[in-house]
């Protein structure tokens, strides 16, 4: 991506702790052609609810049946357990196929509950990648509207702008 100058998207069906090698590997990229690489142009997809409670959280985003976002991973792993390409899901090569469980996954891959979580949830994942420009919200389909929309609202009027401020403190100091 790095030599063709591709803007970097990292996928939010990636465990976090993977994406680093993804910015490591468009960086080199970058170089081998005599570019700078920019941490501004790298994009983090995430999969994100906000509420505010975090039992309507983890219930829409988790635990209740009908969660879009219990949906979507389902069909996920499903996917790739088909096609025998579970590893990318998997914390390490070694992980056995039969850890990588429905909870496992929900777990590493969905950022949900109130304002201050999903806040402290984002400052973690900068501090395990590094830098990155943008986190793009991975949102599911609606199931319920106004969960939707509300989780939408709060992401840019409460939880991006304490981010922001979180990483301009740190850059400060």
């Not at 465990?15 to 983090?44: F, M, P």
């Not at 950022?111 to 395990?128: H, P, Q, S, W, Y």
């Amino acid at each position: 991506m790095g030599r063709r100058d591709f803007h970097p998207l990292s996928a939010n069906f990636l465990l976090s702790r993977h994406l680093k090698s993804h910015w490591q590997n468009y960086c080199r990229g970058k170089s081998e052609v005599g570019a700078e690489a920019k941490a501004a142009d790298w994009r983090i997809a995430r999969t994100v609810f906000v509420a505010d409670d975090d039992k309507v959280a983890a219930s829409y985003a988790r635990f209740d049946a009908a969660s879009p976002y219990g949906f979507y991973y389902s069909q996920i792993c499903a996917k790739l357990a088909r096609s025998k390409r579970l590893f990318v899901l998997k914390a390490d090569k070694d992980q056995p196929d039969d850890e990588i469980t429905h909870d496992f996954v929900m777990d590493r891959l969905v950022i949900c509950g109130t304002v201050n979580k999903v806040v402290d949830a984002i400052l973690a994942l900068r501090e395990e990648t590094g830098e990155f420009g943008e986190l793009v919200y991975a949102g599911m389909d609606w199931v319920d509207a106004g969960l939707a929309k509300r989780s939408m609202q709060l992401m840019a009027e409460e939880v991006m702008p304490r981010v922001n401020a979180a990483i301009a403190k740190s850059a400060a100091a």
